[in-house]
């Protein structure tokens, strides 16, 4: 598989799993309030969400590797799911890709390793 195929098949996979996930309002301001990640919209939030971080606890998941392929991870849309009752799978929105700054992904860095 190619690297945008497997980027996909796992935002996907993410999507379906995840179904929204669950996120507080304060952990989503953090990620767009200036003196913190800084992440420029609510799409951008939203991205950063869907690829599983939904708490600062989550950062300690991530390594610096993954955090800098959220650039290109986050550029691509996650398509609707349909619901699928007999698998357990439940309708999902689709999310629109979005842009990640440089900074934003260096600030999660910081974050990820003061986390540590």
Do not use: W
């Not at 992440?39 to 971080?53: K, M, P, T, V």
């Not at 300690?60 to 799911?81: G, Q, S």
């Not at 799978?89 to 910081?110: H, K, P, V």
Request: include cysteine; glycine fraction near 4%.
């Amino acid at each position: 598989l190619s690297l945008n195929s497997q980027i996909t098949s796992r935002k996907t996979s993410l999507h379906i799993l995840k179904m929204p996930p669950i996120v507080s309002a304060s952990f989503k301001q953090y990620l767009k309030s200036a003196n913190n990640i800084k992440l420029i919209s609510d799409g951008a939030a939203n991205c950063i969400i869907y690829e599983d971080l939904t708490n600062c606890e989550c950062l300690t998941d991530f390594n610096k590797k993954r955090i800098e392929l959220l650039t290109m991870t986050c550029k691509k849309k996650i398509p609707a799911i349909t619901a699928d009752q007999a698998a357990g799978i439940s309708a999902g929105i689709e999310i629109t890709g979005a842009n990640i700054s440089s900074i934003s992904i260096q600030r999660l860095i910081i974050a990820f390793q003061a986390s540590k």
